[in-house]
C-alpha cells in the first residue's frame, strides 16, 4: 500500500520542496496545519493552543487516512499534526507516508500516552516532536521549532539538489567530451581519466610520456613544470608520427588544481587534431597543385598570345603592305590624261593607301599588346617602357 500512495503522490515532490522555500507566511497566506485527529474535542482543544502561535493560520482538521491523502494531494500543507492511534489509521502510517513525499515536511505526534519506545521509534522514522495531550501548552513552541528547523533543512536539501544536478550535468558533459580530460601529478602519472570515446585505452597509473612520441616529452616535461611553477594554464601541441609505432597529434591544455595554495595536481586535456592535421597537409597538397595548374594555364595562355601576334604580325600584316604596295603601284601608274580625267579615281586611291596605313599600324598594336616582341628580346623593363610611350603617345598624357 505504501508503495502505491507513493507513485500516485510522486508528482508533489518536486512542488513541495519549491513553494515550502518561496511562500511567506502571512494574514494573506497563513500556515496551512493538516490535522489527523479523530476526536472532535480533543482537534478543539489543539486548534485552541496553536491560538498562542501568534502566527495567521488555517487548521484543515481529517480524521480518517482517505480524508488526510486527498488533503495532502489537493495542496500540500506547512505542518502536519496527527495523533497516534486512530480507529483504521495510525500516526505511524501517516508518518511514513508524508516522509515518502516529502523529507522535510514538519510532522508533530500529538498523543495521549506513548510509551518511550514508540516516541524513539517515530523520532527515528522522521518525526520532528511528540506532544502529549495533557502537556499542549508545549505545542506552539514545538510547532515553531519544527519549522524552524525544517525550513533549514529544506534550504540544505535544496542546495544539495541544486548541486547533485550540477555534479551530473558536469559529469555528462566531461563523459560526452570528444576528448580525454585527466589529472596528472608532477611526474606526468595519470591520476584520473574521464575514460572517454577517444583513446580509452589510456588507464590511470600510466603516464603521459608512455603514449605520447619519445620527440614531444621534453615539451610536456616543460609545461609540466611551468604550470606548477606559475599556477596558472598552459598550452602546446604534441606532434604525431606517421611512421609505425602509429602517434596522433594534438594541441593540449594544462591547468593546475589549487589546494590550500598550492598545486595539487594539473587538470590535462590533450584536443585530438590529427585529422585537422591530415585535413591541412591534403589542402596545402591542392594548393600546390592549383598553383601548378594556374602556373601551367598562364604558360598557355602566354604561349597563344605569342602565337597569335606572330601571325597577325607575320601573315596579315605582311598581307595589308602587300595591298599598300599595290595601291602606290596604282597610282603611280595613273599619269598624263588618265591622271587629269581620273581626279576622283586617285582621291580614292589616296584614301585606300591612308586606311591601309591605318590598319597596318592598328594591326602591329594589336600584336604588341598581345605578345610584344620587346618582351622576348629585351625583357620586361624595356617592355614597359614600350607600353608607357605608347600610352603617352595615343592619350596625349604623361606618366
Known amino acids: 500500500m505504501t508503495s502505491k500512495c507513493h507513485t500516485k503522490y510522486q508528482h508533489l515532490k518536486d512542488d513541495i520542496l519549491s513553494d515550502f522555500l518561496n511562500e511567506d507566511i502571512s494574514a494573506s497566506n497563513p500556515l496551512r496545519i493538516l490535522l489527523l485527529e479523530d476526536s472532535a474535542s480533543d482537534a478543539e482543544l489543539i486548534s485552541y493552543n496553536l491560538g498562542d502561535l501568534q502566527i495567521p493560520c488555517i487548521i484543515e482538521h481529517v480524521i480518517n487516512k482517505e480524508e488526510f491523502q486527498e488533503k495532502f494531494a489537493i495542496r500540500f500543507p506547512h505542518l502536519i499534526i496527527s495523533d497516534y492511534q486512530l480507529p483504521q489509521y495510525t500516526g505511524k502510517e501517516a508518518l511514513v507516508f508524508v516522509r515518502e513525499m516529502c523529507g522535510f515536511l514538519p510532522f508533530i505526534m500529538c498523543t495521549g500516552r506513548i510509551n518511550e519506545e514508540t516516541a524513539v521509534e517515530c523520532i527515528k522514522l522522521g518525526a520532528d516532536d511528540y506532544v502529549l495531550k495533557d502537556d499542549l501548552v508545549r505545542l506552539p513552541s514545538a510547532v515553531k521549532s519544527a519549522l524552524t528547523l525544517k525550513t533549514n533543512k529544506a534550504q540544505k536539501d535544496k542546495l544539495n539538489l541544486d548541486l547533485a544536478i550540477s555534479e551530473a550535468n558536469l559529469r555528462a558533459i566531461i563523459n560526452n567530451s570528444p576528448s580525454n580530460i585527466y589529472t596528472i601529478d608532477k611526474e606526468g602519472v595519470i591520476l584520473y581519466s574521464t575514460k572517454s570515446r577517444v583513446n580509452s585505452s589510456v588507464s590511470e597509473g600510466t603516464t603521459v610520456f608512455d603514449h605520447t612520441h619519445p620527440k614531444n616529452h621534453n615539451t610536456i616535461r616543460k609545461n609540466i613544470d611551468l604550470s606548477y611553477q606559475l599556477q596558472q594554464d598552459v598550452e602546446f601541441e604534441i606532434e604525431g608520427s606517421e611512421n609505425l609505432p602509429f ?153
Open 247 to 399: 602517434y596522433d597529434w594534438y594541441r593540449c591544455k594544462m591547468g593546475p588544481i589549487i589546494k590550500d595554495g598550492e598545486v595539487d595536481k594539473l587538470v590535462f586535456i590533450p584536443h585530438l587534431i590529427t585529422d585537422i592535421r591530415k585535413a591541412n597537409v591534403e589542402l596545402k597538397s591542392v594548393n600546390d597543385r592549383l598553383n601548378q595548374l594556374n602556373s601551367h594555364i598562364e604558360n598557355v595562355r602566354d604561349e597563344e598570345k605569342k602565337k597569335i601576334a606572330m601571325e597577325i604580325h607575320d601573315q596579315l600584316g605582311q598581307e595589308l603592305i602587300g595591298s599598300k604596295l599595290g595601291l602606290y603601284w596604282l597610282k603611280q601608274n595613273l599619269k598624263g590624261d588618265l591622271a587629269q580625267k581620273s581626279n576622283e579615281l586617285n582621291q580614292k586611291v589616296d584614301d585606300l593607301i591612308e586606311l591601309s596605313t591605318q590598319v597596318i599600324n592598328t594591326t602591329r598594336r594589336i600584336a604588341y599588346e598581345l605578345r610584344p616582341v620587346v618582351l622576348d628580346d629585351l625583357g620586361l623593363l624595356a617592355a614597359l617602357e614600350w607600353h608607357i610611350a605608347n600610352y603617352n603617345k595615343f592619350r596625349e598624357t604623361t606618366i
